[in-house]
Each structure stands twice: as structure tokens, then as C-alpha cells.
């Protein structure tokens, strides 16, 4: 197995980061990548006011889900547990330990590739991992690295590989941080990490999260979710849209459920209680050992709460996963376009999306029944809420037609 390692202090880890971790994954067919933020760097101080060990490591974790290899890419935080400075050359010691048989690649920019034999005991990382460089600019001094390289070589056996790729991206983390204390960057950021940034207040980005704009309320959902989960997020938010143009409901609330309405989702069950007990959630039977059901409710209540959500997007997320009787206009909404959005794929799908711009009750019927269908033929139980909201429909579907 071919694994590569990537340290550094990550303050914030950026697309930089991102782009350089694909290409060296690419190019060494490497089997996973570790992301290790460092709790002490030896090369530099980290600034006044830097975000926590354990912040860093949340934002390196969002950036490794960011690209979207489940099992080949993490961050670890092998090196915020180890007191002292992060010396490279211990921590390769302990990742031989974990994986003795795994050939090791430690990966670093050209700037530190240059200085290497500057490092603590550079024989011993030599020996222990091969080298993986890369330029961050289109520019890099192919000369001396190439350079360095036989260098290493020579002087310490290494085994030096020099990536270059024209999507690197050239942003330092300083800049970077200069840039976001003056409302600029974000750009260079995964959306979820800004999200993450947003939500703690980091490098002098602050924001009324009861007031943001769309873009920023987008970027703090993603940041509360899995990556996979994002086109998720984004087909339930155009759907929802088009459907409130459709039937003359408030398009921005729309968007603005959709955008927040799984924001919980990936909260395990312990945390879910936490939260239906901070918000005096009452669950049912059901509801009390079904995870599935409880992120509505708690969803519905953090959008409420931090994000100033008003009672007709609370009631909409509420209810997205059950339905209830006598929904409203904007729950119907959202309840239909998170069961069909553009990303679903199951057998019916493409009649639901065709009802749903024909006659709104029919299709939220039909996604009921199906619904309640599905749950049977799995042997779980239906929640009573959708029962409900299939009579209702059934009833009022049926006192139109006499």
C-alpha cells in the first residue's frame, strides 16, 4: 500500500492544499493520504489569535471530505496528540509502527523541498518515506529543484518525486488570512471550511448568522454535512425553487428551507437527544429509537435558533420527512423536491417530478404512498405523521373530485 503524507499547520487549509493533495495522488497512485495538521510547528509561530488544535483539525477534516474520496483521503490528528514541536521525523516513526508494510511518501510545497537538509534528522525521514514535491506556481525554479533533488539523492539515498500540475493553485495561508479579515478569499476556500469559519468566527470573519446572505447560509449548512451530501442539498434547493415559482409560493424561503432543511443529518442519535431535550422536542415511540426521524426536528430548531429562520421555514423543515396532515404551501414544497430532486434515482421518480408541476397535492400523495410503500416492504414501520398526511390529501383529493 502507497501511502502519502501531508502536514503542515493548515491555518486554513486551502484549495492550495486541495489541488496539490490531488495531483500527488495522482501522480504517485498513492492508496490513501493522511492530512496531519501540526500542534507545534518547528519552522514557524502561530499567529496571535490562530484557531484551536482541535479547530484546525475540524477544518482539515471538512477540506479532506471536500474531495470527495471517502477511504482515501483524512485528516488526522496523530501529531495534535503528541506533546512538543511536530517533528516530521517522529511522526514518521509512528506511522512505520502503524503500517509497517505500507511504502510511505511524505509530501511538501517547494519551498520546504528546497530547505530540507535544514531539517531535524533529514537521513532518518529519508530513510523512512520518499519525498513528493510540488510547485505551487507555474513558475517554480524547475532548475533548482531538479537541483535538490539529485542532491537528496546523493548525499541521503532519498526517493524524490517532483510533481508539477497547472492547477495548482498560488495562495499561501498568511495571505489567505489577510485576505479573509478583510471580507475577501473565500474563494480559495473548500464552501464548507468558510462555512466552518463562519461559524466559529475565525481570522476576523464575523457575521449575524441570523441575517446572512444565501451564499454564506449555504456555506455553513455544507459545513454541518457529509461532502456527498451537498448535491443533495443543492438539487432539494433548485427544486424547491422552481416549485415556488410554480405554484406562487415565496421563492426565498423556499431556497432558504432547502438550504438548511438536513443540516443536522449527520448527527448521531446521542447528539440528536441532546438537542430535542435542549429544545423541548417530545418524541413518540418511534421517534425515540429512529435517528432517521429526528434531524427534521432538530434541524428545523437549529435553523430556527442560530440561523433566524422565520415559523414557515421552521414548520417546513419540521415536517419534511414525515409530512403531516393539512400542510401548508411551503412544506408541501419542500416535503416533494428532497423526495425527488434532480439527484434521486429510484423506480416512479420521473412520474413524481411530472405530477408535481401539474397538481402539488398529487404529487406530495403520491410521494406519501410511496413512502408508506417503501417502509413496508422493508418491514420497518411507517411514522404516524405520514399516514396522516396520505388521509388528508386522500380526503381533500376526494371531497374536490365530488
Avoid at 72 to 97: F, H, M, N
Avoid at 120 to 145: H, S
Wanted: with cysteine; proline share 5%.
Amino acid at each position: 500500500m502507497k501511502l502519502g503524507i501531508y502536514g503542515g499547520t493548515f491555518n486554513p487549509p486551502h484549495t492550495g492544499h486541495l489541488t496539490a493533495a490531488r495531483s500527488a495522488l495522482e501522480a504517485l497512485e498513492l492508496d490513501r493520504l493522511v492530512l496531519l495538521p501540526a500542534a507545534q510547528p518547528p519552522h514557524k509561530v502561530l499567529p496571535p489569535g490562530a484557531p484551536s488544535a482541535e479547530q484546525r483539525l475540524d477544518m482539515t477534516a471538512i477540506a479532506a471530505d471536500a474531495l470527495l474520496l471517502p477511504g482515501r483521503v483524512e485528516a488526522s490528528a496523530l501529531e495534535l496528540k503528541r506533546p512538543g514541536v511536530s517533528y516530521t521525523a517522529d511522526t514518521l516513526r509512528q506511522l512505520r509502527e502503524q503500517e509497517p508494510d505500507a511504502q510511505l511518501w511524505l509530501l511538501m510545497g517547494a519551498d520546504m523541498f528546497l530547505s530540507f537538509q535544514n531539517w531535524r534528522e533529514p537521513d532518518v525521514i529519508a530513510r523512512l518515506a520518499g519525498i513528493c514535491a510540488f510547485a505551487r506556481t507555474p513558475d517554480a525554479p524547475e532548475q533548482a529543484l531538479c537541483a535538490q533533488a539529485r542532491r537528496l539523492e546523493r548525499e541521503l539515498g532519498a526517493r524524490v518525486r517532483l510533481v508539477h500540475s497547472p492547477d495548482i493553485v498560488d495562495i499561501s495561508s498568511t495571505r489567505l488570512r489577510a485576505l479573509l479579515a478583510a471580507g475577501e478569499g473565500r474563494e480559495f476556500l473548500a464552501p464548507a471550511v468558510y462555512g466552518y469559519i463562519i461559524r466559529k468566527g475565525l481570522y476576523g470573519v464575523h457575521y449575524d448568522r441570523k441575517r446572512l446572505p444565501d451564499r454564506e447560509l449555504r456555506a455553513c449548512s455544507y459545513s454541518m454535512i457529509r461532502a456527498k451530501r451537498i448535491a443533495h442539498v443543492q438539487g432539494t434547493e433548485a427544486e424547491a425553487a422552481r416549485l415556488a415559482r410554480r405554484w406562487g409560493a415565496d421563492e426565498e424561503k423556499a431556497r432558504r428551507a432547502a438550504i438548511l432543511h438536513d443540516c443536522t443529518k449527520y448527527l448521531d442519535m446521542e447528539e440528536q437527544l441532546q438537542l430535542c431535550a435542549k429544545y423541548g422536542i417530545v418524541l413518540d415511540e418511534l421517534e425515540q429509537t429512529a435517528v432517521k426521524l429526528l434531524h427534521a426536528k432538530t434541524g428545523a430548531c437549529v435553523a430556527r435558533d442560530v440561523y433566524g429562520a422565520d415559523d414557515d421555514i421552521f414548520e417546513a423543515i419540521y415536517w419534511h420527512t414525515t409530512g403531516k396532515a393539512d400542510m401548508s404551501r411551503l412544506e408541501k414544497i419542500l416535503y416533494i423536491a428532497d423526495y425527488m430532486e434532480p439527484n434521486r434515482d429510484f423506480p416512479g421518480v420521473e412520474r413524481l417530478r411530472t405530477l408535481a408541476y401539474q397538481d402539488l397535492d398529487a404529487a406530495v400523495l403520491a410521494g406519501c404512498e410511496m413512502s408508506i410503500r417503501e417502509m413496508a416492504d422493508r418491514g420497518l414501520p411507517v411514522h404516524a405523521n405520514t399516514v396522516r398526511a396520505r388521509d388528508w390529501l386522500a380526503r381533500e383529493r376526494n371531497g374536490k373530485d365530488q
